[in-house]
Structures are given as structure tokens and as C-alpha cells.
């Protein structure tokens, strides 16, 4: 029942969850009981505040800034903050309700949640930048805590932000504790992290492909986005002999049928915060096709041929049409590094059409077990080396996928993943909520 003003993503991922949900209901008449559904819909606190900031020509801005923690049944809050334009409460909802069962999934410690702010990074100096992160973190400080919520990074929120968040939160509590994950490697951030959303990604759809008998090596891939999570898919496609042939940003898409120039992708993106269309100034044998030329029913990305597709950049950047095409050009795999990037009717059409998918809930969760391994090595004053933490974070990718595929298995069909991990998290976190009481 929609109660509140429109929040169409929010309600898409409730949605999705609660269509896989019918079977386990029926078959434990508990959840009913407690209620657990109408509970788990309805975070445990909404945080929307006012983040004023003085911009370089000395004029006051003014963002919305929000922190919404959703449920704490399996550990302290935990989920990434977002800067981007389009961040409304619908958008940290979708994200938070979603961030619960990714985080069950992975079998740690971990409650979920989510936060950002409207604020544009695009076009802002690093002091801007810096004035709004501390103007977020005065108000945002005083929810959070190394056992009671512990933020993140996502879209527009990199280790230079959280560099400035961390700064202000110490500054103001007076205490240096592990309060966010992403941190840089000087001051307490853990190896990996910043590659294991991505490497994550990657592992889980080398899981999908082993099981029908496939590999990674020698496909032609498709990677959108050029963001953190996109560098490090593409890194790891590459480490395993695939070849990525096509990346995107919010202003176009590039096609390089020879393979994505990865070093000149991290010089534009990492470094030098350029827009993707530069890459042609390196290679003018690629291919750049600008968001207005876009099919009207989708994106251009997803047009070419690949055997694999790793969309990796937003929500809803993957339409019916998109994935229909995906099919017909022969992919095979799909695997989700973004938040809900395929629209419920192309998650449908993979589905019934028994391709390898991987829901982002399942395959990018990755890069939050790597935040709770940082977590750990906060609390416990070590240091683990990358070997240490990537070993770790291939068992934990493993442990997702045998546990949504058999979860699959037992409730219906071994191939639907969506329905596998959304009754796997549910289940780890209603079962937790029945045994601490109404809450
Ligand atoms: P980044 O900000 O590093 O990169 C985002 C990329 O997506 C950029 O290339 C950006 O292009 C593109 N993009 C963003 N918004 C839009 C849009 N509305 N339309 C088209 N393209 C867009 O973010 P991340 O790589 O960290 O995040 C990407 C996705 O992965 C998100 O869905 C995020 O929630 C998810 N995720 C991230 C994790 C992490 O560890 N970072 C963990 C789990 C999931 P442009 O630069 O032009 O804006």
C-alpha cells in the first residue's frame, strides 16, 4: 500500500523483494505473525537535514542532506552516502531497503542504511568540496558511531570525501574511531576496499559461469558507468583474460572494439575528474555516441555485441528494450555492480529467458564486506595485507552466490537468483528481528 508521496524507486525495490517473498511465507507462518513485512518497510529512523555551505564566490548554498537507518537486527547501520543531483528520499529509501538484505547476504555482522545529499560535485573546486563535506558531517556526527552507524561511500563520494567527512567527524567528537569505511590507506582504510565492489563483481559472475560449465576468459564485455565500481570490474575482466570493449558516463557512451584503455580511463575519471568524451582524443578509432543520440527505449551501451554485461553505473539504466537486445546479440551473463540498474521488466525478461543474473544485491556486495573487514581491522588495530583481504573477499563472494543459488534451489528454481538472495536476506534478518522482540 503507497501511502506516502510518490517514491517510485522505493517502492520498485520493495517490490522486487516482496514478489520473491511468497514462498517463504507460506512456509513459516511466523513472519506473518510478527509482522516482520510491514516492520522491515518502515526504517527504523529518517534523518533529512539542512547542509548550508559558502561556495567560491562567497554565496550560500543550501543541499538536502538525509541518513535514513533503515534496520539494525543483524549489526550497526551500514551503507553508503551519495552526492548527486538526483538524490531525493525516494532514491536513499530504494538504497537503504535495499543495502538489508545485500548486507544479510553476506553473512557479517551488519545492519543496513543509507545516505547523500543533492549536492552536485560535478564542476565544484576541491575547497567547495570540502566546505560541504564538513557542513554534512556537523549535522551528521551526531547520529553515527563506529557501533551505531557507520557510513560509506557511493556515487560522488570517493576517498576524498570521506577524507573530509572524517576530518570534521574527528574534529568534533575529539576521538579517531572507525566511524566510516573508504578510508584512505594513510590513516586507516583497508586494502581492497576501494577495488571490491568491482572485483566483487566480477567474482560472482565467474561463481554464475562455472556453474554452466563457462569462464570468463575470452568474453567480450560490456561495463557501464567509468566510475570506481566500473575501473575495477573492468580491471579484474582484464586480470582474467576478458575484454571490456565499452564504458559510459551520464554524458555518452564509448565503444573501443580493440578494448577499453583502461590506464586512460583512471587518468580521466581518477585523476583528472574529465568527462569520457576525452578518450577520443587518445583513440580516434573509438566509438562515442553522446546521451542525445540514445535509442529512445534505452542505451546505447547495451546495443553492442558482448557475451557479458556488467552494468555498473545507476538505477534504471538497463530498460526492457535494452535487455531484450542484450539476448538477442547472444550475452549470456549479467552481473550487476550498480544499485537496481535493470528496470523490473528487463529483470523479468532475464529471468524467464534462464540467462546468468546476478541482482546487484547479490553481486555487488562486494564492496560492503570489504567495508566490514575494514571495520574489523579498525576495531582490532591491524593491518591486513591485499592478498589477505582479496582471499576474503572471493570466499565471501562464493558464499553469496552458493547460498542465493541454494536458497534458490530449495524455494522453486536454482537459476533465479533475484528469488534466491531476497529470500536468503530475508530470512537472516526476519529471524533475527522475531528473536529480539517487537522492536
Ligand atoms: P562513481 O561516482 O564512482 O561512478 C558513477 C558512474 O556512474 C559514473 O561514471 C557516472 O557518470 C555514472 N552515473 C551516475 N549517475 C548517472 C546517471 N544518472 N546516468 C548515467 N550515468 C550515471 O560511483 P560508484 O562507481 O561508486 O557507484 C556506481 C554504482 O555502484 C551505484 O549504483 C552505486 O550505488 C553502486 N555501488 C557502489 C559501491 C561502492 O563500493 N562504491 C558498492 C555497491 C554498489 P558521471 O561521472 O557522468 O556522473
Not at 126 to 153: K, W
Not at 273 to 279: A, D, F, T
Not at 295 to 310: C, K, M, N, T, V
Not at 370 to 399: C, K, P, Y
Request: with cysteine; aromatic share 10%.
Amino acid at each position: 500500500q503507497h501511502t506516502s508521496p510518490a517514491q517510485t524507486e522505493f517502492y520498485q525495490a520493495v517490490e522486487d523483494v516482496l514478489d520473491s517473498l511468497a514462498p517463504i511465507l507460506e512456509d513459516d507462518k511466523r513472519y506473518q505473525q510478527h509482522a516482520i513485512i510491514e516492520r522491515l518497510v518502515e526504517p527504523e529512523r529518517q534523518i533529512m537535514f539542512r547542509v548550508p555551505w559558502l561556495d567560491d564566490r562567497g554565496q550560500i548554498q543550501v543541499n538536502k542532506g538525509y541518513r535514513i537507518e533503515f534496520n539494525s537486527a543483524l549489526g550497526p547501520y551500514k551503507g553508503g552516502l551519495r552526492f548527486h543531483p538526483s538524490v531525493n528520499a525516494s532514491i536513499i529509501k530504494f538504497l537503504g531497503f535495499e543495502q538489508i538484505f545485500k548486507n544479510a547476504l553476506t553473512g557479517l555482522a551488519i545492519g543496513g542504511g543509507k545516505g547523500g545529499a543533492n549536492f552536485d560535485p560535478k564542476g565544484k573546486s576541491d575547497q567547495e568540496i570540502m566546505r560541504f563535506c564538513q557542513s554534512f558531517m556537523t549535522e551528521l556526527y551526531r547520529h553515527i558511531g563506529p557501533n551505531t552507524d557507520v557510513p560509506a561511500g557511493d556515487i560522488g563520494v570517493g576517498t576524498r570525501e570521506i577524507g573530509y567527512l572524517f576530518g570534521q567527524y574527528k574534529r568534533i567528537v575529539n576521538r579517531f574511531d572507525g566511524v566510516l569505511t573508504g578510508k584512505s590507506m594513510l590513516w586507516g582504510g583497508s586494502e581492497a576496499r576501494k577495488q571490491a565492489t568491482g572485483f566483487g563483481c566480477v567474482y560472482f559472475a565467474q561463481n554464475m559461469l562455472e556453474d554452466r560449465d563457462q569462464s570468463i576468459k575470452g568474453k567480450t564485455c560490456l561495463v557501464s558507468g567509468s566510475g570506481n565500481v566500473a575501473i575495477y570490474t573492468m580491471e579484474k575482466l582484464y586480470e582474467l583474460g576478458a575484454k571490456p570493449v565499452a564504458c559510459s558516463d551520464s554524458n555518452g557512451t564509448i565503444y573501443h572494439s580493440q578494448g577499453i584503455d583502461l590506464d586512460l580511463i583512471k587518468d580521466l575519471k581518477e585523476r583528472r575528474h574529465e568527462r569520457l568524451k576525452v578518450y577520443l582524443e587518445t583513440h580516434t578509432d573509438a566509438e562515442y555516441t553522446p546521451r542525445e543520440d540514445y535509442p529512445e527505449d534505452g542505451h546505447s551501451i547495451w546495443r553492442y555485441q558482448a557475451d557479458l554485461a556488467f552494468p555498473c553505473a545507476t538505477q534504471n539504466e538497463l530498460t526492457e528494450r535494452d535487455a531484450q537486445c542484450l539476448l538477442e546479440n547472444g550475452c549470456s551473463a549479467i552481473a550487476e555492480g550498480a544499485n537496481m540498474p535493470s528496470t523490473q521488466a528487463a529483470v523479468d525478461l532475464f529471468v524467464e529467458a534462464g540467462v546468468a543474473y546476478g541482482p546487484g544485491k547479490a553481486a555487488n556486495a562486494g564492496g560492503v564486506a570489504t567495508s566490514q573487514l575494514e571495520m574489523a581491522q579498525n576495531a582490532g588495530m591491524r593491518h591486513w595485507s591485499f592478498a589477505e583481504v582479496d582471499q576474503r573477499l572471493q570466499e565471501i563472494m562464493r558464499h553469496i552466490y552458493c547460498t542465493s543459488r541454494d536458497t534458490a534451489a530449495r524455494y522453486g528454481s536454482e537459476r533465479n537468483l533475484v528469488l534466491g538472495a531476497n529470500i536468503a536476506g530475508f530470512k537472516r534478518v526476519a529471524d533475527a528481528m522475531i528473536e529480539q522482540g517487537l522492536v
